[in-house]
């Protein structure tokens, strides 16, 4: 059988179903399950101490305003905690070294945010598009790249996330055998 060091990245499977399905699945267990009291048991206790404690952490730099995107947020830290933990089992695989992966979740949320600046501060928002004290004469061409350099930046920062993951798991491949 002939690998390569690339091998690592594609889904297991067994008996023909992928192992990736299985990974992705099996968290869902560990979710809280609606029910009328407060706390269970030891479990749901724990469960609701984790998302007290992440809701917490997102919170504290944000102002009151800021606090209607906690759902979102908190969401957002289990689900990538749970995919990168499940990347350290045998036989699965992270879906966070996929491009495809990186940029579905940094596009919208990058959309979301220029469109929150927008709507919030239009003049602070656009002011970022023109540095201050540009000569008149270098302003259209100022203003064309700034807006080029705000629409590539979901882009560049997906692909180096996923080519610092990449190259992660790549050294710690060769570092292993």
Known sequence: ????????????YLLGIPLILLSVLFPTLLFPTPNNRWVTNRLSTLQLWLLNLI???LMI???????KWALILTSLMILLLTINLLGLLPYTFTPTTQLSMNMALAFPLWLATLLTGLRNQPTTSLGHLLPEGTPTPLIPALTMIETASLLIRPLAL????????TAGHLLIQLIST
């Open 1 to 12: 059988m002939n690998l390569s060091f690339f091998d690592q990245f594609t889904s297991p």
């Open 55 to 57: 809701t917490k952490q």
């Open 61 to 67: 730099p944000l102002n009151k305003k800021g606090h």
């Open 158 to 165: 997906g692909v180096r996330l996923t080519a610092n993951l």
